[in-house]
């Protein structure tokens, strides 16, 4: 008996200690994600409509993005992820007229025949030390396995803002949180990105047991929301710093993340494009090399409890130059919270509630009452008022948790500053698939 025990015995041994390096140094791994998110709105009332309003009639539109995800770990601290993606379909009115669009899946692009480009591909390279160790779990673009809580790390390569700044466990990801882009991130954080959401740069962070700082170099494209990276890298650029501050309040997990940026390129000032053209201006018709955009945010979440959190968003920028990569909010404060449906015998459940209030600079509102139009909006003319959004959502774990099915419903008073426009209902159902 004993002959037929130990060699069992030994292979559990072995087959642990294998786990245990397998965790350490996770060689490589492979994710996939494909959201869907349809969305419809009832006719709303509008006094008149322009060529980048939201459609005042009823209609209904559908997002798609695919997500491959593959990671390898190439030498010591070295890793490197490559992440093809395949997006199609479109937002509500051709991804036009909120400020706070409503689906945070959709993209600028024009035209709802999917395509397929290469959303990230970057390389890491890590520097640790001191005794204290995290562990990392198998993830999207994460391998699994221990990192010093005291490290310095370097990134290279194309990658999405997102996926190091302004992150909150509450209120960051559309495909698995809210939807609204104004809560996605901080509004007012015009961040550096393509027509797709991504950039191309370099980003340090410097790692402390509670405690992070990272600043980011990047690109800029040569026209507002554009696809074409600008070369002249000295003119055209972007400077993003932010620091990360964790705690515990009553034995709950908190963070507390500050953020500024500036955006350096061949951009317009508002005034400029009013002092040219005085009536329907054309902010482009002014672009020189020299304008600056700057700004910041306040971005924290505290957990309650261990199935409940809230979290709240500042941000602000200068409102004097015209909105270039992301959507035109140039003051923006949000909060929300999320809770876990563990109390309810649905750990994989959440249900989130959350509110917006944007607005814009007196520049910028004086060029859109002149009949002036940005990339996202632009109604002829301007009744201004702020932006108030309301959203809620119920994540359904449908299989296995790796299924999960999202209805969502948001409230916007005054879409694109407008008060003589809206409200505006918009119903919404999520699917989204991971593994």
Do not use: C
């Not at 010591?76 to 669009?101: D, I, R």
Request: proline share 4%; hydrophobic share 35%; charged share 20%.
């Amino acid at each position: 008996m004993l002959k037929k025990i130990l060699p069992f015995a030994f292979f559990l041994v072995a087959q642990s200690s294998y786990a245990q390096d397998t965790l350490k140094q996770q060689r490589f791994n492979f994710h996939f994600q494909q959201t869907i998110i349809t969305q419809t709105k009832p006719g709303f009332g509008a006094k008149y409509t322009g060529d980048n309003s939201m459609s005042p009639l009823s209609e209904t539109a559908t997002s798609l993005t695919t997500t491959f995800y593959g990671g390898a770990r190439l030498w010591k601290g070295a890793q490197a992820y490559f992440n093809p993606e395949m997006s199609g379909g479109a937002g509500l009115s051709k991804t036009l007229g909120v400020a706070g669009f409503p689906n945070g899946e959709t993209f600028r692009v024009g035209a709802p025949e999917p395509k397929i480009y290469i959303a990230r591909l970057f390389l890491t390279q890590n520097f640790e030390w001191g005794k204290e160790k995290d562990t990392l779990t198998d993830d999207a673009n994460q391998l699994a396995g221990l990192r010093s809580k005291r490290y310095l790390s370097i990134t290279v390569g194309k990658w999405g803002m997102a996926d190091f700044f302004d992150q909150n466990a509450f209120s960051h990801d559309p495909r698995t949180q809210f939807m609204n882009w104004s809560l996605m991130d901080n509004g007012a954080w015009d961040y550096p990105a393509n027509t797709r959401g991504y950039v191309m740069g370099a980003v340090a962070e410097l790692g402390q047991p509670d405690w992070a700082l990272r600043f980011a170099f990047t690109m800029s494209t040569t026209e507002a929301n554009g696809s074409v990276w600008d070369a002249k890298i000295g003119k055209a650029n972007t400077h993003t710093l932010e620091y990360e501050r964790r705690y515990t309040l009553n034995g709950q997990k908190g963070t507390v993340r500050v953020l500024g940026f500036l955006n350096n390129g061949k951009m317009s000032y508002y005034r400029n494009a009013l002092a040219f053209m005085p009536v329907n201006p054309v902010i482009d018709t002014v672009n020189k090399y020299g304008a600056h955009k700057f700004g910041f945010g306040i971005n924290a979440e505290q957990n309650l409890s261990k199935d409940f959190g809230i979290f709240a968003k500042l941000s602000y920028n200068d409102g004097k130059t015209e909105t270039w990569y992301f959507t035109e909010i140039d003051r923006s404060f949000s909060f929300g919270g999320v809770l876990n449906g563990a109390s309810w015998k649905r750990k994989f459940d959440e249900v989130g509630l959350a509110f917006v209030a944007n607005g814009i600079s007196q520049p910028h509102r004086d060029y859109l009452a002149a009949g002036g139009y940005g990339f996202i909006i632009g109604d002829g003319k301007l009744n201004y008022g702020t932006e108030l959004i309301a959203e809620a959502y119920y994540k359904v774990d449908a299989y296995q948790h790796k299924l999960f099915l999202s209805p969502d419903y948001q409230f916007i008073i005054n879409p694109a500053y407008n008060k003589d426009r809206g409200p505006v209902n918009v119903f919404g159902i999520r699917a989204h698939v991971e593994f």
